[in-house]
Structures are given as structure tokens and as C-alpha cells.
């Protein structure tokens, strides 16, 4: 079984930035890819970045893509979001996710793929 905890939103000003944290617990983390959603009040759930269990590769919503980074800690078991140049566009509820097997970065950002899910952590964007 694997669950995961998001932590790290918060409030922030727009321009500045914000580092979600995600830690997953399950034996074989590595094998697992992750991929990182949000979702805005009255809109669909976006897959914003996501990466396979190993080997290489990332994929990035356009919304999202330079300003956010995804990254993974396999030893401690961690996901990160560093997000930059927030905006108020950027506000919404963030959530982590996982499933496991051999798939390219895009598989995991598509939210029917994954199985495993956060609980969800609030960032907020002032103008």
C-alpha cells in the first residue's frame, strides 16, 4: 500500500515562490511514478508535472512549464514541486500522486492513471 502526504502551501504573493513537499511511504518507491495536480474552485483537475518511477524524463503543463519544477528524493522517499514566479492563476488545492510500473513522465500526468492520492495542500496566490 502507498500514501502520500502533501505539505508546504501556503499563502504567498504573486511573483514569489513555494516549495511543495510530497512523502510517500511504500517499499519500493523508486518504481513508482508521481505526478503532480492541481485543481482551481469550478475547474477540472490539471495535471501540472509529473515523472516516471526511473530512468529520465519530465513532463510540464504549458501553464506551468519554467516556472515549476519536479523533482524526487528516491533515498528519503520524497517529491518535490518547486514552484516559481507564482501567479494568482496559480491558486488552487495541489495534490500528489503515484502508481507504479514502466511508463513514460506523460502516463503519470494523467489523472486516471494513478491510484495513490494526497490528501491535498492549499496554495493561494495574492495579487
Known amino acids: 500500500q502507498v500514501q502520500l502526504v502533501e505539505s508546504g502551501g501556503g499563502v504567498v504573493q504573486a511573483g514569489g515562490s513555494l516549495r511543495l513537499a510530497c512523502a510517500v511511504t511504500?517499499?519500493?518507491?523508486?518504481?513508482?511514478?508521481i505526478g503532480w495536480f492541481r485543481q482551481a474552485p469550478g475547474k477540472e483537475r490539471e495535471g501540472i508535472a509529473c515523472?516516471?518511477?526511473?530512468?529520465?524524463?519530465?513532463d510540464y503543463a504549458e501553464s506551468v512549464k519554467g516556472r515549476f519544477t519536479i523533482s524526487r528524493d528516491n533515498a528519503k522517499k520524497m517529491v518535490y514541486l518547486q514552484m516559481s514566479s507564482l501567479k494568482p492563476e496559480d491558486t488552487a488545492v495541489y495534490y500528489c500522486?503515484?502508481?507504479?510500473?514502466?511508463?513514460?513522465?506523460?502516463?503519470?500526468?494523467?489523472?486516471?492513471?494513478?491510484?495513490?492520492w494526497g490528501q491535498g495542500t492549499q496554495v493561494t496566490v495574492s495579487s
Open positions: 500522486a503515484a502508481d507504479s510500473g514502466m511508463f513514460s513522465s506523460s502516463y503519470y500526468c494523467n489523472s486516471r492513471n494513478l491510484n495513490y
Open positions: 515523472r516516471p518511477g526511473s530512468g529520465v524524463g519530465e
Open positions: 511504500g517499499r519500493t518507491f523508486s518504481v513508482y511514478g
